[in-house]
């Protein structure tokens, strides 16, 4: 047989970490069973008219919950089975959780996540997805985990992903090595090795960013626009827009197919929409590690330092042609 599943394929490549001695296999196997589960609940999403609206009581008498506090507390309960993390930070936490697994103090890792992005997408059928990243505590194991363990820069990052709930659901990450993403075969319950290391193109044609805010755009961002429709009559250029407004979505397609995705600073957010620690770190993680690149505008996002959990910046990330002429005009 020639699949291979994520399980397999990460112990394969425990080698690869002279210091592993199987713990960053055990989450990521974790962070896999928290995805699948998602995935279930993900494709469940439809039947709230049988099964009961948000906030209401559905059939068994169950509390209907919103999808991302059910995906936020499903990771929080498969990273604490796990025992290999001490802390998480994620989107749906004002603060930083301390795990409170048997194990959960020793564990040398922390957890940063955005367990349901795009989550204005899920009533409408549209994909979502789970974004991950994971650091090395610096904290000593066995002592309580602090701020300073999940305010890290992506440039420390031990590896990162993201799940996309879409046509298939599609778990992608990378260590530091290059990117690999898996697709989830319903049949056997597994994530198989469907892309090996991914490399985006140099060049594409998507352009993928929320125009409507167009008028709150720099100029140079505007003057941008402006040259990709080829808008001041040089030559028809060959660019097209496309934007679901779910971020593992779009980043994704333009991953697999070449493209720039923005969430530009606006008159009104001037440090843009998403966040750092939950969304612009770990896509900018794998955006480099495909051979992209991935800027606020004005830096490398992986060196942004963090300041506090819920941080937002600009982004501009994608194919490395298309990321730098955005930087020409901006
Ligand atoms: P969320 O974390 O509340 O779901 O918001 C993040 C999402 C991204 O997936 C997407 O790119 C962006 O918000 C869309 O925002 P906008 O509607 O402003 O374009
Ligand atoms: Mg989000």
Not at 128 to 154: C, H, K, M, W
Not at 300 to 308: A, H, M, N, S
């Amino acid at each position: 047989m020639s699949i291979t599943t994520l399980g397999q394929f990460v112990i394969e490549k425990q080698q690869d970490f002279s210091y592993a001695k199987g713990e960053l296999s055990r989450l990521l196997r974790d962070i896999g069973i928290a995805s699948k589960i998602i995935s279930r609940e993900v494709n469940k999403a439809g039947l709230t008219q049988i099964l009961g609206e948000h906030g209401s009581v559905n059939v068994q008498g169950e509390d209907v919950k919103k999808l991302d506090i059910i995906g936020n507390e499903t990771f929080i309960w498969a990273l604490e089975k796990g025992g290999e993390v001490c802390a998480m930070a994620s989107e749906e936490n004002d603060d930083m959780v301390l795990l409170e697994g048997k194990f959960s103090k020793h564990g040398k890792y922390v957890v940063c996540i955005d367990p349901l992005d795009g989550s204005s997408n899920i009533d409408v059928n549209v994909s979502i997805g789970t974004i991950f990243s994971i650091y090395r505590r610096i904290s000593e194991p066995g002592t309580e985990a602090n701020l300073q363990d999940v305010l890290q820069a992506g440039n420390r990052l031990v590896a990162a992903g993201y799940v996309v709930y879409g046509t298939s659901t599609m778990l992608v990450y990378s260590t530091g090595k290059g990117v690999n993403g898996f697709t989830l075969d319903p049949s056997i319950g597994e994530f198989c090795l469907s892309h090996p290391d991914i490399k985006t193109p140099a060049d594409g044609k998507v352009y993928s960013l929320n125009e409507g805010n167009a008028g709150e755009f720099s100029e140079g961002l505007n003057n941008y626009l402006a040259w990709v429709k080829g808008t001041d009559k040089a030559t028809s250029r060959p660019y097209t827009a496309r934007y679901i407004g779910s971020m593992v979505a779009d980043f994704h397609r333009n991953l697999l197919k070449g493209g720039v995705f923005i969430y530009p600073p606006t008159a009104k957010s001037p440090n843009g929409k998403l966040r750092l620690l939950f969304e612009c770190i770990p896509m900018s993680f794998i955006a480099e590690q495909a051979g992209g690149i991935a800027t606020t505008g004005t830096m490398r996002v992986l060196d942004v330092e963090p300041t506090e959990i819920h941080q937002r910046v600009p982004v501009i990330m994608g194919s490395a042609n298309m990321v730098k002429k955005v930087q020409e005009f901006m």
